[in-house]
């Protein structure tokens, strides 16, 4: 190999680990930016005009840093689509971002139940939540979905919130709720589904509404219970309100969080383990 040969190479080589190094900081960045809870220390709480603009997130870290694989066929990317009214259907896409996932494939498109009551059997006792299948009906029957495979039993809640952001999360597969777990907050079922009953949404106390990735239509497994007033942007799709239990997350509540970030938020000092999740009709 020539001198000039030599020097070619030796720059190509430069600019290849400059590009890896470019990418890998790209990569990083957009994991600390998905790794931001309701009200994480990464992201904190912005108030404008009265109103949390708070990001709800759960994704960040790729599986080899942190996720789960059950070992089920990759899924096809596919675009959500939104509820079609005619055809009773509803359009879930992969999540092709590279977070952590538990995956128990994809729900059906085909809404062929409306469940008008879910249960939380938690460690602590039951949170009876009443759903909203005509309003949320791409986010109901992909609870249903979930439930029926048991991705919820053994998940724990991890952020509490604080009084001026009254909400307790729960919904990933992959937490560990002990305050110290980085990753907590970034799993997901494997696929994601767009927002539904935006339209003048209100989370009071009782609501219950999805997490998503802090962009649009990137709902996923990830949910949280208010248990005060919580001056969120609508942002959230509401599919319940519970109707007994609250009781149960006012004591976590009062108990406080590990660790504390700015917000005041962070893992319960009360664990909230889910131990079953139970889908019915009755009223």
């Known amino acids: 190999m020539s001198g000039k040969e030599r020097q070619k190479q030796l720059a190509r080589e430069h600019y290849e680990r400059q590009m890896q ?48 694989d059950t070992g089920t066929t990759p899924q096809a990317a596919a675009a959500p689509r939104a509820f079609d009214p005619a055809s009773g259907t509803c359009g879930y896409g992969a999540d092709t971002d590279g977070s952590p996932a538990k995956n128990v494939g ?9 469940p008008t009551t879910m249960t939380l059997a938690t460690n602590r006792g039951d949170i009876v939540i009443k759903l909203s299948p005509d309003k949320a009906p791409c986010t109901v ?37 002990d305050g110290k777990n980085p990753t907590d907050g ?33 709902n996923g497994s990830q949910f ?21 239990g609250l009781e149960i997350i006012d004591k976590v509540n009062k108990a406080g969080v590990i660790t504390p970030g700015p917000d005041d938020t962070g893992a319960p000092k009360e664990t909230v383990e889910i131990k079953d999740v139970t889908m019915s009709s009755e009223s």
Do not use: W
Request: glycine share 14%; aromatic share 8%.
């Open 21 to 68: 190094r470019r990418a890998e900081r790209a990569a990083h960045d957009a994991r600390v930016r998905r790794n931001a809870l309701i009200g994480t220390s990464v992201a904190g709480v912005v108030v404008v005009g009265g109103v949390i603009a708070a990001t709800v997130l759960f994704g960040g870290s790729d599986t080899k840093t942190g996720g789960a």
């Open 106 to 114: 994809m729900p059906p498109a085909k809404v062929t139940g409306k």
């Open 141 to 177: 029957n992909s609870f249903a979905f979930l439930a029926e495979k048991d991705y919820f039993d053994g998940s724990k809640c991890h952020r509490m919130g604080s009084k001026r952001f009254p909400v307790l999360q729960c919904g990933d597969p992959l937490a560990k709720a």
């Open 186 to 218: 970034q799993g997901g079922p494997g696929y994601r589904f767009l927002s539904e009953n935006l339209e003048g949404a209100k989370y009071t106390r009782g609501v219950v509404a999805m997490a998503n990735s802090g962009a649009p239509d990137t």
């Open 224 to 244: 949280f219970i208010v248990y005060g007033d919580a001056p969120l942007s609508p942002d959230y799709t509401p599919f319940g309100t519970v109707t007994k």
